[in-house]
């Protein structure tokens, strides 16, 4: 069983962490229905070209956030198949365990907090692109 968030997940958190990749998956598909229905809804032929601008700026960022979430299914689906591998909750770089409390916060991470953290540390330095 893991002890204090660190170790091999147990079955009961695998499944919680499941039903918050699940449910997340799920809003995010909702929220793109609506997208698709509240662009098709205001496609009208506004006249004044400052409404018009608005309207085409409000529907640009809405677009940015949906894409962002496009990117975020992707990375709940992988999160999702390494679950049947047996391989979810492994570091991608050292192979030790990603800490439960991590993988609530972050379910669809891929890499432990000190794997992460030397990561960022090498991101802050001069010349790192």
């Given at each position: 069983m893991a002890?204090?968030?660190?170790?091999?997940?147990t079955q009961e958190q695998?499944?919680?962490?499941?039903?918050?990749?699940?449910?997340?998956?799920?809003?995010?598909?909702?929220?793109?229905?609506r997208t698709v229905?509240?662009?098709?809804?205001?496609?009208d032929n506004t006249p004044d070209p400052t409404d018009?601008?608005?309207?085409?700026?409000?529907?640009?960022?809405?677009?940015?956030?949906r894409d962002r979430e496009r990117k975020l299914l992707t990375k709940i689906d992988e999160a999702l198949a390494r679950m049947e591998s047996g391989?979810?909750?492994?570091c991608e770089l050292c192979g030790g365990p990603i800490g439960f409390e991590r993988l609530k916060v972050r379910p669809v991470t891929t890499l432990c907090i000190h794997c992460k953290s030397e990561q960022e540390v090498l991101e802050r330095r001069p010349g790192h692109s």
């Open positions: 002890q204090g968030g660190t170790g091999k997940l695998l499944q919680a962490l499941r039903v918050l990749l699940l449910q997340r998956r799920s809003e995010i598909l909702a929220e793109a229905t229905g509240g662009l098709n809804a205001t496609k018009r601008a608005s309207i085409e700026a409000d529907h640009i960022a809405l677009l940015r956030v391989h979810y909750g492994e």
